[in-house]
């Protein structure tokens, strides 16, 4: 069984920076493809960024293209998402995820809990 856990999420003004830290642990955690989530008040939950296990390839929604990077580290079995030029719009709770290297919910088998974020104008 993989748990994962999410970090770094807070209050934060516009334009400024945040790094969401994700730690994996309980299986080989190059072997899983990790994404992230984000779900704000009253909307479903959407895609945000993708990364192969290698790290090699990896795939952003198109609202954040340019402002988000993903990236892992293996030897920390960690995952993180740098969110810049941050907007209220990218308020929400971000969840990490474990699985099958995709662009949907369904390809992820194992969820954090989520770390909030929320951006004040």
């Known amino acids: 069984q993989v748990q994962v856990v999410e970090s770094g999420g807070g209050l934060v003004q516009t334009g400024v920076s945040l790094r969401l830290s994700c730690v994996a642990s309980?299986?080989?955690?190059?072997?899983?493809?990790m994404g992230w989530f984000r779900q704000a008040p009253g909307k479903e939950r959407e895609f945000v960024a993708v990364?192969?296990?290698?790290?090699?390839?990896?795939s952003t929604t198109d609202s954040v293209k340019g402002r988000f990077t993903i990236s892992r580290d293996n030897a920390k079995n960690t995952v993180y998402l740098q969110m810049n030029s941050l907007k209220p719009d990218d308020t929400a709770v971000y969840y990490c995820?474990?699985?099958?290297?995709?662009?949907?919910?369904?390809?992820?088998?194992?969820w954090g809990q989520g770390t909030q974020v929320t951006v004040s104008s």
């Open positions: 995820a474990a699985g099958r290297y995709g662009r949907v919910g369904t390809s992820f088998s194992y």
């Open positions: 990364i192969s296990g290698s790290g090699r390839v990896t």
């Open positions: 309980g299986g080989t955690f190059s072997t899983y493809a």
